[in-house]
């Protein structure tokens, strides 16, 4: 079931967060490994994005590709969510493996101590909000990932590499959002 977020509270964060470029303690923070430039996509490519420079320079980064910690080889065949099931494009049921690696985010996150997670958009683990619907047609639906599910259940807040792009900006006033 996906769960309400709380924007107050990741606007809180962000700014400890920030706050954490001038301070000794930094803010740990999970990423999705693809979105830090490793090549642990599906189909061997990543997802890199530039913010992920600006947002080291505040917090410690924890990088983590809860796919491939759950036993699943890159390159590898696509997956969406199909109701309580993760199913490959083949017909496969790969849930067994997307849910031992949500189980280990979530024990790496708490672990650490991780105040966020920024995790990539729209994939059946990472996704934050919206998801492909399971007809492996680019078709989206509401929803989040496998991983994204289970680090809420705990109490993390998750946001995507577009709002991290948008906070973690220069120029962003984090209470604006309240
Ligand atoms: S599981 Fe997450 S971190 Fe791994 S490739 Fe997919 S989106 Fe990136």
């Known amino acids: 079931m996906q769960q309400t977020r709380n924007v107050s509270a990741i606007a809180d964060i962000i700014q400890r967060i920030r706050d954490g470029a001038s301070r000794k303690k930094r803010e740990k923070i999970l990423i999705s490994a693809c979105l830090m430039g490793e090549a642990c996509r599906y189909d061997g490519g990543h997802n890199y994005k530039q913010i992920v420079e600006k947002i080291k320079t505040m917090g410690d980064i924890i990088s983590f590709c809860p796919e491939e910690a759950g036993g699943l080889s890159t390159p590898r065949t696509p997956a969406e969510r199909c109701g309580l099931r993760v199913i490959t494009a083949d017909g496969d049921d790969v849930t067994e493996a997307f849910e031992k690696g949500a189980k280990q985010a979530v024990t790496l996150a708490i672990r650490e101590d991780c105040c966020l997670a920024i995790m ?17 047609t680019h078709t989206l639906r509401s929803g989040d990932g ?15 590499e577009a709002e991290a792009a948008i906070y973690f900006t220069d120029t962003h006033d984090t209470h604006q959002r309240k």
């Open 120 to 136: 990539k958009s729209k994939s059946p683990s990472c996704g934050n909000g919206t998801i492909y619907d399971g007809t492996f």
């Open 146 to 160: 496998v991983t994204v599910e289970a680090l809420r259940a705990v109490g993390i807040e998750v946001i995507t």
